[in-house]
């Protein structure tokens, strides 16, 4: 079974700041590793992907992302926050060694980028 | 290349009718995912088709809730009857069939039951 945590319902950042939005997940086998944002009555757009290589990802809009296997983290940074940030942003994990391609995805993280 | 359509992008009916939705991949695309996301939470599985087979559809309530993908290209989800508990955004995304593929999202189709 595969599974995502995004343990804060909600991240409030001032603008200019960095920002961090946690995950941590559980896979039998290597993961497969996503971040997507949702801008309100939008549907999900994919921001970057880790599947191998360098642990440290970069994808849209200046976000990056650092995998951490031992710790089993996937959480997304971003050095300056814009207020148009502001977003639910999900996590998502694929089991690498599994035959099926379904992502799970955790409950989501409001990120809120005050002015 | 246009993305993932997806319509009505909203519905509001009264509990006991039928409601269809429909979904227009992005070429190319043969795997084809109905997602349910219900407010404040993460997207959960409904049915996943690789071409027009159903691989995945154990998330699916199979007593009111059906799917089809004729040809392998739109697909179309349907509620008969509808309950209040339907009520929630309906997503569609597609992906090429490809080890670690991120999936493309439609903008979803927000369904109101009173």
């Known amino acids: 079974a595969q599974s995502v945590a995004q343990p804060e319902d909600q991240v409030n950042v001032a603008e200019g700041n960095p920002l961090t939005v946690k995950c941590t997940y559980s896979?039998?086998?290597?993961?497969?590793l996503f971040w997507y944002v949702q801008y309100p009555n939008r549907g999900l757009q994919f921001l970057l992907k880790y599947i191998t290589g360098d642990n440290l990802v970069k994808g849209s809009y200046g976000f990056e992302a650092e995998f951490n296997k031992s710790q089993t983290s996937f959480h997304l940074k971003k050095p300056s926050a814009l207020v148009s940030d502001s977003a639910l942003y999900f996590c998502a994990v694929r089991d690498a060694s599994g035959g099926s391609y379904i992502p799970t995805f955790g409950r989501g993280t409001s990120l809120i980028v005050h002015p | 290349e246009a993305g993932v359509v997806q319509s009505p992008r909203y519905k509001i009916i009264e509990k006991k009718q039928p409601v269809a939705f429909w979904c227009n991949p992005i070429?190319?695309?043969?795997?084809l995912y109905w997602y349910l996301q219900n407010l404040g939470q993460g997207p959960e599985l409904l049915i996943r088709y690789e071409n027009e087979e159903a691989v995945d559809d154990s998330q699916l309530p199979k007593d009111r809730f059906s799917a089809e993908r004729l040809k392998g290209v739109d697909s179309t989800l349907k509620i008969q009857p509808a309950e209040l508990g339907d009520s929630a955004v309906y997503l569609c995304?597609?992906?090429?069939?490809?080890?670690?593929?991120?999936?493309?999202f439609g903008e979803g189709s927000r369904l109101t039951v009173l």
């Open positions: 896979v039998s086998g290597n993961p497969y």
């Open positions: 995304a597609s992906s090429l069939d490809q080890e670690g593929g991120e999936l493309f």
């Open positions: 070429s190319g695309h043969n795997t």
